[in-house]
Nanobody
Framework: QVQLVESGGGLVQAGGSLRLSCAAS????????MGWYRQAPGKQRELVAT???????YYADSVRGRSTISRDNAKNTVFLQMNSLKPEDTAVYYC???????????WGQGTQVTVSS
């Protein structure tokens, strides 16, 4: 089992920055890719960014150039640095970890990000 706990969300003005963190615990040696997703009210959950255990990253077009995903394998933590935030970035942000041995994803509880105009 893997447990994920997100932190770092909050209220920020447009143009501001936030750094989200996701700490993993449990059977962490089995984790491969980790990522951030978000879900705005009335919308489907969408991919924001992912990072593999080897450090390969991927970003959604909506955040590319404004966000950076990184990973500290020693601390079992993944980060999402978001800059130049826009009101449309407002959503609950979820951390996800993929465990290949179990062929399943694990999700955190989410952290709210609100960007005011």
């Amino acid at each position: 089992q893997v447990q994920l706990v997100e932190s770092g969300g909050g209220l920020v003005q447009a143009g501001g920055s936030l750094r989200l963190s996701c700490a993993a615990s449990g059977t962490i040696f089995s984790i491969d890719a980790m990522g951030w997703y978000r879900q705005a009210p009335g919308k489907q959950r969408e991919l924001v960014a992912t990072i593999t255990s080897g450090g390969t990253t991927y970003y959604a077009d909506s955040v590319r150039g404004r966000s950076t995903i990184s990973r500290d394998n020693a601390k079992n933590t993944v980060f999402l640095q978001m800059n130049s935030l826009k009101p449309e970035d407002t959503a609950v942000y979820y951390c996800k970890a993929y465990v290949p041995l179990l062929s399943r994803d694990y999700w955190g509880q989410g952290t709210q990000v609100t960007v005011s105009s």
